[in-house]
C-alpha cells in the first residue's frame, strides 16, 4: 500500500527554520516526482517545490525562493524540505504528493498520492 507520511512541523519564530521530511511505503519514492504542497486557512493549495525521479529539482515560487531546499535520501526513502527563514506567511499545512513531473511549478492535479499534512506555524 503506497503511503505518504510528514513530519517536522511545528511552531517556529520568524526568522527561523524547520525540516520537513516525507517518509514513502510500499513504493520506490525516487521513481515519483514529489511535491511539496501547503495550503493556508482560506487559501488555495500552493505548489512550493518539486524533486525530480532524476534528482533534480523543479523551479521555486517566487514565495520561497532562495529560502527553501529540497532534497532526498534515497536510502531512507524519505524526501526533505529545508525551510529556513520562515516568514509569517509560511504559516500553512504542509504536504507531499508523489506524481508524474514537476512542471514549471507543481500543480497539484499531476499528484496522485498524497500524505496527511504537517503544519507549520510562524509566529511573528
Known amino acids: 500500500q503506497l503511503q505518504l507520511a510528514e513530519s517536522g512541523g511545528g511552531l517556529v519564530q520568524s526568522g527561523g527554520s524547520l525540516r520537513l521530511s516525507c517518509a514513502a511505503t510500499g513504493f520506490n519514492l525516487s521513481l515519483h516526482a514529489i511535491g511539496w504542497f501547503r495550503q493556508a486557512p482560506g487559501k488555495e493549495r500552493e505548489g512550493v517545490s518539486c524533486i525530480l525521479s532524476s534528482g533534480g529539482s523543479g523551479n521555486w515560487p517566487h514565495s520561497v525562493k532562495g529560502r527553501f531546499t529540497i532534497s532526498r535520501d534515497i536510502a531512507k526513502n524519505t524526501v526533505y524540505l529545508q525551510m529556513n527563514s520562515l516568514k509569517p506567511e509560511d504559516t500553512a499545512v504542509y504536504y507531499c504528493?508523489?506524481?508524474w513531473g514537476c512542471g514549471y511549478y507543481p500543480d497539484s492535479a499531476d499528484f496522485a498520492s498524497w500524505g496527511q499534512g504537517t503544519q507549520v506555524t510562524v509566529s511573528s
Open positions: 504528493a508523489a506524481g
